[in-house]
């Protein structure tokens, strides 16, 4: 009987998403919809170094990008050859649990964004909640129409 247990209590599943990474999706509109020249975006950590999240991307129409658990704001700083733009991400983060053998993760609810506009005209909240699913997308990113 015991080992009936035993097996039983093995065989019990876990219920974690696979996808279980947050990620604001980032889509480019309007009349620059893909960007022919090189893409990077850096943050700055808590601790004050500097973080690459896409280093010298080209061709780019949309992107990935997580988002921090403790801060309620998220600058983000984005290179297009010479021109740099500071992007400043406002949101609310909420624990999200699941189970222990999940982890804990935090979902995120974007309350503002604001740009300056060197190679960035403008950033909209398409979607203001982040969980677990990329396909939404969160902004629409409008570049000034010019090569850079």
Do not use: W
Not at 1 to 16: E, Q
């Amino acid at each position: 009987m015991l080992f009936t247990i035993l097996i039983l209590a093995a065989c019990s599943s876990v219920d974690c998403p696979l996808n279980n990474t947050v990620y604001a999706n980032y889509k480019l509109m309007g009349k620059v919809t893909t960007l022919p020249d090189m893409l990077t975006i850096s943050t700055t950590r808590q601790d004050g170094s500097d973080s690459i999240l896409i280093n010298r991307q080209v061709n780019t129409d949309s992107f990935y990008l997580p988002m921090s658990y403790g801060l309620d704001v998220d600058t983000l700083y984005f290179q297009t050859n010479t021109l740099i733009d500071t992007v400043c991400i406002e949101k609310t983060n909420h624990p999200h649990f699941e189970s222990v053998d999940c982890g804990l993760n935090y979902f995120h609810t974007i309350t503002g964004v604001s740009c300056t506009h060197n190679a960035i005209d403008s950033i909209v909240i398409n979607k203001k909640e982040v969980t677990y699913d990329i396909s939404q997308q969160h902004f629409y990113i409008y570049f000034k129409e010019y090569r850079f």
